[in-house]
């Protein structure tokens, strides 16, 4: 069975910075592209960024782009989210998981929030 770990969320200020990480077990890791997504408070969950298998293409949700970064480390079973210029519209629970269609289980996340 896939497991899906996310860490790296916190409290910050608006402008700041997080780093988020998501250990992937269970599945061939290196096969598969990978997504960030999240889901703030009563709202559905939302892309937020992807990259191909072999990190070399990624894509960005409109809101983040420009702001955040993701990359991979295949040799760690390992996608990250590097997150800059935070907002308070970024406060979420952000997950990792691969493209669609997507892994069941999702993990449990990371919570992200921004004050202002």
């Known amino acids: 069975q896939v497991q899906l770990v996310e860490s790296g969320g916190g409290l910050v200020q608006a402008g700041g910075s997080l780093n988020l990480s998501c250990v992937v077990s269970g599945r061939t890791f290196s096969s598969y592209g990978m997504g960030w997504f999240r889901q703030a408070s009563g709202k559905e969950r939302e892309f937020v960024a992807g990259?191909?298998?072999?990190?070399?293409?990624?894509y960005y949700g409109d809101s983040v782009k420009g702001r955040f970064t993701i990359s991979r480390d295949n040799a760690k079973n390992t996608v990250y989210l590097q997150m800059n210029n935070l907002k308070p519209e970024d406060t979420a629970v952000y997950l990792c998981?691969?493209?669609?269609?997507?892994?069941?289980?999702w993990g449990q996340g990371t919570q992200v929030t921004v004050s202002s």
């Open positions: 990259i191909s298998w072999s990190g070399t293409s990624t």
């Open positions: 998981n691969t493209i669609a269609p997507a892994w069941s289980p």
